[in-house]
């Protein structure tokens, strides 16, 4: 992508954080603090936004900090949540679309409930980031966007399909935009974290606690900090970043996808699974989908195999 937009200076500037009470976001806020940014702080958990505008204020800086409650998944509260930041701060140069939240199951495991939850919050909620906020960005000198997307947006994975969906979904949405916004004085990075220590797998919802909890004590002994993921951020908004790949297994799986489109996301499945201890996994989602396609192709309890048409 040529045209590169970036913000270099950044101090002074307005930043809207979504998800910014903890993990990549609480660390995208202090981050951006530090670089002199206002901030309009959004998430769900009241008390996480608290403390860290308790934070921001206890370290001297002359900026100005808003919080703001709100599902970034509620179309009204996102409107409005725009007009709130505008008439708080005045302008909006930086959005970080970063709210989201994780599901591990298979997809015979994954109710209709679950996917408009996930849905709702990792892909509608950057849709509606992007649809309120952008005519606010497009009115400044320079304004930038930034949506996160995953690894998981590149490689698909068993297990992950509602979670990939959103992804490869938020990924497609942003390389669109960076075509329709070349002639604008908006600029746009899509982020591809791998294994960053948040609270993803901690608060994500599933059919196996078990295995959710051991993926999640991996992510605590190995994966990045947060801060050096906010940090390599920071300087794509600056730098005008179109991509953004964190960690090592990031880039593997994006030299993997290329070279073996196909094959590439299960023999990086396979490395994944061998790597964070959970060999049982595959064996698992095998015999869920062979119990539930027994079920479904069993017969109605005093009913007849046949169709009508073969009545």
């Avoid at 075509?179 to 990075?189: F, H, Q």
Wanted: contains cysteine.
């Amino acid at each position: 992508m040529e045209n590169r937009k970036g913000i270099r200076q950044l101090r002074g500037k307005v930043a809207v954080v979504t998800g910014a009470a903890s993990g990549i976001g609480r660390a995208l806020a202090l981050g951006l603090w530090g670089k002199g940014c206002h901030l309009a702080l959004v998430d769900l958990d009241q008390d996480g936004l608290a403390s860290l505008h308790l934070s921001l204020n206890a370290s001297g800086c002359d900026q100005v900090a808003t919080t703001h409650v709100a599902n970034v998944g509620e179309k009204a509260r996102m409107a409005e949540l725009a007009r709130e930041v505008v008439a708080a701060h005045g302008a909006v140069h930086v959005l970080i679309n970063n709210a989201g939240i994780g599901h591990e199951a298979a997809f015979p495991q994954t109710s209709l409930d679950d996917w408009e939850r996930i849905v709702g919050v990792n892909l509608w909620g950057v849709i509606y980031g992007c649809h309120f906020f952008l005519p606010h960005l497009a009115k400044v000198d320079r304004g930038h966007i930034v949506n996160i997307s995953s690894l998981f947006g590149i490689v698909a994975m068993a297990g992950q399909s509602a979670y990939c969906t959103t992804k490869f979904a938020v990924r497609g949405l942003s390389e669109s935009l960076w075509e329709e916004l070349r002639a604008t004085s908006v600029g746009l990075t899509v982020v591809h974290p791998g294994a960053v220590a948040t609270n993803i797998m901690k608060r994500a919802r599933g059919d196996d606690p078990e295995l959710l909890q051991r993926i999640s004590r991996w992510y605590e002994r190995n994966a990045m900090s947060p801060e050096r993921a906010a940090a390599r951020i920071i300087r794509a908004v600056e730098k005008g970043t179109p991509r953004l790949l964190i960690t090592p297994e990031a880039a593997f799986g994006d030299f993997l996808k290329r070279l073996m489109p196909v094959t590439g996301n299960r023999l990086f499945g396979d490395a994944v699974i061998r790597v964070i201890g959970v060999e049982d996994m595959r064996a698992k989602r095998i015999t869920q989908w062979r119990e539930t396609m027994a079920k479904t192709s069993q017969p109605p309890a005093g009913g007849s195999a046949r169709s009508e048409d073969e009545a």
